[in-house]
């Protein structure tokens, strides 16, 4: 049996270096490229900042490393993916200067498992050497959780697919080269088995963003990057069927599994931030003639501070090391993933708050990273599905391994129990 909590030497002093580069490179990226795109787009003035960056982690081999081999990556573990992440996490810039951005990570390896091959010549090389943008769209104006809902719809018609529906919050469609998008093929099947995936270039005649949104409240309507788009007869081949027709959901979990863990691998770093920045002003803010840090009410927000990331961070590495082992996404990986994915928001607003708080004013200010930490806490409650319904996979996994009670009283009602041990061991009080 084996049980360890440490990271083997050689790997250390990649994350040292990485963790140095991030600070000193990237981090400063954040301070001058603040539009919504800019991490992704690749005609953003930041593609050229993050071009001889992205040379440099391509040359260290650190470049696509949840890919395997074959597609240009590392074939990282979970683990080690983790452990990168949490780094990376601390700008919005990381992923993309390390080649493993959403959406962009996920669509690639749903186009290497069911591209043709000229989808893989045309897209994914570009996709994955980080010279594109692509989108994955599935959320539509009147349903997201509930894939039931979904009204668009793709219909064939001789060798094409004719697409006609809207889609909302489809993230970067605006400068991606293409869009993976979920429709239903069969209206006549429940969803699960009547939706498919389809390619949809940039440009099909019939696709129209109608406009652009935002999170938060920070820039001029139109500006955001997640689209609102209408299809109206719009043409794409038959070839641009990913995977079977009707199995879009099965496609779809190549990259949700993967996807939900690297949030969650990202917030520990976001977590990590604000500790440091709640500890530093601790140190430095005197009140009442003493550090905020000697107050115990303050060592009390440190103190929770520090347990829930740590006991967050095991659950993520954790979640991480099953998935390794078990190289699937099996009921038991799954569980963890919906576990980790409904705790990331919760763990995020106590923590941040608790760093704003400490700052007073400053907090508050957009002065500190802070503010914009705190406005993106609520998105991940809802991206790639809202708690609750993470939650209830919880539950009902957990709920798989009891029974109900055997008979009007509970399995533990301590006088049927008692009566059942002292036929037992009652005989040696006597
Ligand atoms: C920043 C950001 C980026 C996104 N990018 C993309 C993208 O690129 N592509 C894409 O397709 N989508 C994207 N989305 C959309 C995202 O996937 C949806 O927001 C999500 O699936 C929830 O759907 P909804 O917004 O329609 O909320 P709804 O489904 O309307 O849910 C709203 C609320 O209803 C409640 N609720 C829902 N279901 C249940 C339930 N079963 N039990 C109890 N309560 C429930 C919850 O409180 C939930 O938060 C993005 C969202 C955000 C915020």
């Known amino acids: 049996m084996s049980w360890s909590f440490e990271t083997d030497g050689e790997f250390?002093?990649?994350?040292?270096w990485i963790e140095a580069f991030t600070a000193q490179e990237i981090e400063p990226l954040d301070l001058v490229f603040r539009e919504p795109g800019d991490p992704w787009d690749p005609a953003s003035p930041a593609a050229k900042a993050m071009a001889p960056l992205r040379a440099i982690v391509k040359e260290r081999r650190l470049w696509a490393c949840h890919l395997g081999p074959e597609l240009g990556g590392e074939g990282f573990g979970q683990v080690k993916l983790g452990l990168m992440n949490e780094i990376l996490g601390r700008s919005r810039f990381g992923p993309s200067?390390?080649?493993?951005?959403?959406?962009?990570?996920?669509?690639?390896?749903?186009?290497?498992h069911f591209g043709t091959p000229h989808q893989k010549a045309k897209y994914l090389q570009p996709l994955v050497d980080g010279q594109i943008a692509s989108c994955y769209s599935m959320t539509e104006p009147q349903a997201g959780s509930d894939p039931a809902e979904f009204r668009c719809v793709a219909t064939r018609s001789g060798d094409e697919w004719v697409i006609n529906g809207e889609k909302w919050f489809a993230s970067h469609a605006r400068f991606a080269e293409f869009l993976l998008v979920m429709v239903v093929t069969n209206t006549?099947?429940?969803?699960?088995?009547?939706?498919?995936?389809?390619?949809?270039?940039?440009g099909t005649p019939g696709m129209k963003i109608l406009r652009n949104a935002a999170v938060g409240p920070y820039?001029?309507?139109?500006?955001?990057?997640?689209?609102?788009?209408?299809?109206?007869?719009?043409?794409v081949p038959a070839e641009n069927l990913l995977g079977e027709e009707g199995r879009g959901f099965l496609v779809a979990q190549t990259r949700l599994g993967g996807g939900r863990v690297h949030h969650a691998m990202r917030s520990v770093g976001v977590l990590k931030k604000a500790m440091d920045m709640m500890c530093e002003r601790a140190l430095s803010r005197t009140t009442k003639g003493e550090l905020l840090a000697n107050k115990q009410l303050t060592q009390e927000k440190i103190a929770d501070t520090y347990t829930q990331i740590l006991q967050y961070r095991l659950h993520v590495l954790y979640t991480a090391w099953l998935i390794d082992k078990h190289k699937e996404y099996n009921r038991e990986v799954?569980?963890?993933?919906?576990?980790?994915?409904?705790?990331?928001?919760?763990?995020?607003?106590?923590?941040v708050y608790r760093a704003m708080h400490l700052h007073g004013s400053l907090g508050m200010s957009d002065e500190t990273p802070l503010m914009t930490m705190w406005a993106n806490i609520p998105e991940l409650g809802v991206v790639d599905g809202p708690s609750e319904v993470h939650k209830v996979t919880v539950?009902?996994?957990?709920?798989?391994?009891?029974?109900?009670?055997?008979?009007l009283f509970p399995s533990y009602h301590t006088p049927t129990r008692r009566t059942a041990a002292m036929a037992k061991y009652g005989h040696l009080l006597e």
């Open 188 to 202: 006549d099947v429940p969803i699960h088995q009547g939706a498919s995936i389809l390619l949809v270039e940039q």
């Open 334 to 351: 799954r569980k963890e993933i919906a576990a980790i994915k409904a705790a990331t928001p919760k763990v995020l607003q106590e923590v």
């Open 12 to 16: 250390q002093e990649q994350l040292n």
């Open 97 to 112: 200067v390390f080649g493993c951005q959403a959406p962009d990570s996920g669509n690639a390896e749903i186009l290497a």
């Open 219 to 235: 820039v001029e309507s139109g500006d955001g990057v997640h689209a609102y788009i209408r299809f109206t007869d719009c043409r």
């Open 395 to 407: 539950a009902r996994t957990v709920l798989r391994d009891y029974d109900a009670a055997p008979g």
